[in-house]
């Protein structure tokens, strides 16, 4: 734990806003206020946090459908997201984005993407645009298990290594693709077949925001310096249904109990941090507190958001036409 | 006849033609679900919209099988059994993922008839979800069933509710040429009276669904349930109409269109799409062409904006042509003439 | 004015852009060409139809990009790289690789802005030959602009001679929206005076190239020139038309059709595209429900057969429409009316 | 070479074929009689043809824009070919093909295909008709170095992992992809790019038909027995340009003479033939005059056949409409 207690407060802090925010949309969405697909991150926290902790202003990241948790620890604003998802004039997206579109441009944020394999050609892009400027930024892209199999990904994969961009794929293995296991669909296995294409892949504890930070600083040092593209392969779990709603027929019973009781992401990060003397529970309990309201207020704001209307419909779709 | 929601009635199709003929399997993401998983299920899914339910459990994995993400490959698997004797029913769960697959689907199976001097037979089926209705927004609400009619070599069907959709998917599944069928989100719980058994309904030919004299009403899949109301509605003033329900695009029954105006001399074309070069552009040009001599006031088109598919439920509402939309327009072309 | 063939034009377009502005950068397979080669030729091709000769030689590897064959990533370059502030110009060496590369231009660089709250800007243009004419037969011979023009998000840019070529191709690189760029493949050898220097034509202006009172002919691309040779000749027999070269089909400029309709009530539509849901489909439905008014004979679509693009020399002529089957839709709209 | 005589002298048959269909093309193409893309397979007979010889009819094929040798490597009629490459209506494709779309649903050769990685998806479609059937049949798929980096071609091996199909994927190194030296486009390597996906590799030499059919007969024996797919990977050159046309700049001047004079493929076979005392050069003489007048009997032919009129451009769009 090389990390300064700021440094720690601040992982911890994103860490449980992610989650906070996802229990929090798990009881608010049977309520009939939210709609479309909802896609929940929690119990993946630690990657999304331990990457993003790792990067600058300049850096660009790019997400998946299940995008809150990349959001977020990139430092998109809590409320304008939950604006969007509750489909409001002023969410981050004006209500046309909803849930599985949120972006910020300004903070670098490239966008969460319902398409499977769709962000990472596009996150190869902005690398070129990184390496353009020279100033060392890089460009970072989520991928799942299931999307690794995309054709899409194999290709962002290669042409990141041709170019040899400053690019760091970062793979979320949660162990399901929908309603199929990880295991199922992958030929061969994440870390060989990345490697294959002539980059390094480091391997992370998902659960553990230590780890992550770590494989991801060497990946992001690893593009800073030049070197070129890599990985990291983080393994963790998802606490909730593929989507909201899921039965989920496919898990064994008590599956997401034992991760919960066994491997939790904020458990671990707590228990490091105290049992390291860095913070004692209560100032970890505060910051919960601190969330907690956050969100509250978020949700509230949301749920008395503004509608949007037919100008807004009818806008953005150009620039100029 | 049993009364069966859209979705039931697909299933029951496909269960009917998987039983009567074993060379038709059925392959996609999560068609039968929990490949992999720790449940042990070995259907956990049947299907993201539950269309392919209960097909693994009978008909097991080799003619029911799970995929990968990797739509190319899963359209390439229907091109190439097809090609090598078997009749594949592929699923794309949302017709959006053309995006990553269109190449098997426009330069393959859609041209190897033809390109290969007349030899080969590709009786794949390729059924999509299609339409806005959910809010899940701009990548998962298109209906993209025009970029499709363009394409020759395709058939491409569009039903508007549970018998026909299975009255189509039976005719699909035994038709010798590729056929893209969309089915609309929208409607999967729409219940309807649905013919037990044996029951196809052939290809490029419409339904009337309702008899009029002043306006001539087109429409397609969940449009048709809008016209409906607009048509019932302005029935009640005495402006009677016909209406239409295309079903196929490719091939499409234009016979029909025409026929109708000639009594009509107005037209309604109502269409989910974006507007430029959809089938509302379409069949408003056959009008300007064919039905020229029939037409006696401006053809309404009712489409949806030029603009993605916005998420908000507000704004979806908006985006959708509405029963509201479709009265307004077969209004204006009554008092156009 | 310098007297160039549209290949040459369109490069001029790119070396003064990539002059002008340090973000514009250019990507494609063998835009350069030599790389990992054995010749030492840093430069080998300069793009397979030679519009991006001497780009590389001039602005080196970092602004002219070859990449591998993945149409899918090469599109996703643009998109990242317009994102995060560049003007990037790809190409898809033939627009039959939509069918690789599609999520990419529909779900993606055309729907940023609107998803994204109107943050995004996403100045790509995605260059792509197209077309019939050098019996490159189904798979690389498509005029694929229906299906892009239909998508809200692209503008879609189709060039029927030099000058222009070079004055869109100018706009498009400094236009803010994602832009498709259409270059025919049978235009790249014709020649034209196009004007030095500084020469932007904005979009959704059609040109007329031809006055009269007879009929309104509207077309774009390669079926221009064919309109032009079918409107001179007709000329001499005193029949006048109005040709328009809609140069872009998005936006599209129904005002000049509309007001040229007004004054000719008669429309033939020429198209190279197949028939259904084409640019032809679209006109005429447009003077359908805009145009009725004006119109006074059945409006005739000229586009190829509702058919794959066949190979052979023979079959590739008959499937392109001709100036003299646009000569027969003239005389056959003289004759309805 | 324990192969019978009667097989070497089909093997050494087939390949002067594709070799002499080829050159006289090449003599033909610029008298401008053929119109359109023509991609020349010489230099590369060893493969299509090693790999081919291992066939039954039950098997299939699919190929590649550089299609000639794959299709006479699995039998198809050279004149018939001949008359499709003229544009003629009794061609194979009636006209409407071409020599990127020659195709033989008859011979199991599924078509060569003009969009490059367009065709695995398809062979691996085929591999689910070959298992249903239980009989033993394998799928066939050529690959260029170009094409290997396509992500359709990356999803078409893991789907056949997954699926655990009768599926041999030929890798078919070059040199080029067009103007574009094989190993500027590749990150990492062929082999363990391919091998990543859990599959088996087995090289060959590209210019020795004795190579590549032993390595093919693995792979298709591998594939028989239902262990699934696997890769063969030969290294070869093309002598000609892309294209018919092609300037080819990107090549050393004396590049191509060097590979006829020391590893030409029919050079190899004849010396190891002769050498092994199993044929005399008389006799394999005799094959080349055979080869040589079927092939100017299939130009000539080809010259003066039907031309195609409105009643072929019209049909077989569908079977029925
Ligand atoms: C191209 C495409 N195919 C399929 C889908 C449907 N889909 C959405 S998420 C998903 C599973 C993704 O699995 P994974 O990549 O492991 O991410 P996770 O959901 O586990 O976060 C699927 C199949 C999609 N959105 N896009
Ligand atoms: C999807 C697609 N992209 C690009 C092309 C253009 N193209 C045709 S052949 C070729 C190179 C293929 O190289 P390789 O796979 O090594 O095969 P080779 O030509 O060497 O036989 C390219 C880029 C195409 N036909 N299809
Ligand atoms: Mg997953
Ligand atoms: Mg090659």
């Not at chain 2, 806005?132 to 058939?155: C, D, E, F, R, W």
């Not at chain 2, 009029?212 to 397609?220: P, Q």
């Not at chain 2, 209406?243 to 037209?267: A, F, K, Q, Y």
Request: aromatic letters at 6%; proline letters at 5%.
């Amino acid at each position: 734990m090389q990390q300064s207690p700021d440094q720690i407060r601040q992982a911890y802090r994103q860490m449980r806003l992610i989650r906070e925010f996802e229990e929090r949309l798990h009881v608010e969405n049977p309520k009939g206020e939210i709609a479309g697909f909802t896609h929940l991150y929690s119990g993946q926290e630690a990657i999304a946090v331990g990457v993003c902790e790792n990067l600058r202003d300049s850096d660009f990241i790019i997400s998946t459908h299940r995008g809150h948790g990349h959001c977020l620890a990139r430092g998109c604003d809590p409320k304008g997201m939950m604006h969007e998802i509750y489909g409001r004039a002023d969410g981050l997206g004006k209500g046309r984005g909803g849930s599985m579109h949120i972006a910020d441009l300004d903070k670098g944020m490239l966008g969460a993407n319902g398409i499977v394999g769709g962000g990472q050609p596009i996150a190869v892009g902005a690398a070129v645009a990184c390496k353009a400027r020279g100033d060392g930024s890089v460009s970072v892209s989520f991928t799942g298990d299931g999307a690794s199999n995309q054709g899409t990904v194999f290709e962002a994969m290669n042409m990141a290594v041709v170019l040899k961009l400053p690019k760091v794929f970062v793979l979320e293995n949660n162990g399901y693709s929908e309603h199929t296991g990880a295991s199922y669909g992958i030929g061969g296995d994440l870390k060989t077949r990345t490697e294959a294409f002539g980059m390094p892949v480091w391997e992370a504890d998902g659960f553990d925001y230590f780890s992550v930070y770590e494989a991801a600083g060497k990946a992001i040092e690893h593009a800073r310096a030049g070197n070129g593209p890599s990985a990291i392969l983080a393994t963790a779990t998802r606490y909730f249904g593929h989507f909201e709603g899921d039965p989920q027929n496919y898990r064994a019973k008590d599956e997401v109990k034992n991760f919960r009781e066994t491997k939790d992401a904020l458990m671990t990060i707590r228990d490091k941090v105290t049992g390291a003397g860095i913070f004692t529970a209560e100032e970890l309990d505060a910051i919960d507190d601190e969330v907690l309201k956050l969100i509250d207020a978020s949700v509230d704001s949301a749920r008395n958001g503004p509608t949007p209307g037919r100008d807004i419909m009818m806008s953005d779709v150009y620039i100029d036409y | 006849m049993a009364v069966l929601t859209m979705r039931d009635a697909l299933n029951q199709a496909l269960h009917e033609e998987m039983e009567r003929d074993p060379s038709v399997i059925v392959m996609g993401e999560d068609v039968a679900g929990g490949s992999g998983g720790t449940s042990g299920n070995i259907e956990a899914a049947g299907g993201i919209f539950g269309v392919t339910k209960g097909l693994k459990t009978k008909y097991g994995a080799d003619r029911v099988i799970d995929t990968p993400i990797s739509e190319s490959a899963i359209v390439g698997l229907a091109n190439g059994s097809a090609l090598a004797g078997m009749r594949p029913v592929a699923e794309l769960m949302f017709a959006d993922f053309v995006g990553v697959s269109l190449d098997q689907i426009f330069n393959q199976m859609a041209k190897f008839r033809y390109m290969f001097g007349g030899k080969a037979k590709t009786p794949v089926v390729l059924r999509m979800s299609m339409g806005a209705g959910m809010n899940a927004a701009a990548q998962h609400s298109q209906t993209i069933y025009p970029m499709l009619t363009a394409v020759p070599g395709l058939k491409v069907v569009v039903p508007s509710n549970p018998a026909d959709a299975k009255g189509l998917m039976k005719q699909a599944i035994r038709d010798d040429d590729p056929v893209v069928f969309f089915e609309h989100k929208a409607l999967y719980s729409k219940k309807g009276e649905v013919p037990d058994g044996e029951y196809l309904i052939p290809f490029g030919e419409a339904d009337l669904v309702r008899e009029g004299s002043d306006v001539t009403v087109v429409a397609l899949a969940r449009m048709v349930p809008f016209a409906m109301k607009a048509v019932d509605k302005l029935a009640e003033e005495g402006i009677t109409c016909d209406l239409i329900d295309l079903r196929t695009t490719s091939p499409l029954d234009e016979e029909t269109v025409l026929e109708s105006l000639s009594m009509t001399g107005r037209l309604v074309v109502v269409d989910e799409s974006n507007p430029m070069c959809s089938i509302a552009s379409e069949i408003a040009g056959i009008a300007a062409s064919k039905g020229f001599a029939s037409l006696r006031a401006p053809v309404e088109k009712v489409t949806a904006p030029h603009t993605p598919v916005p998420f908000a439920r507000e704004l979806e509402r908006m985006y959708v042509p509405s029963p509201g939309d479709i009265e307004a327009a077969i209004r204006r072309v009554m008092e156009g003439a």
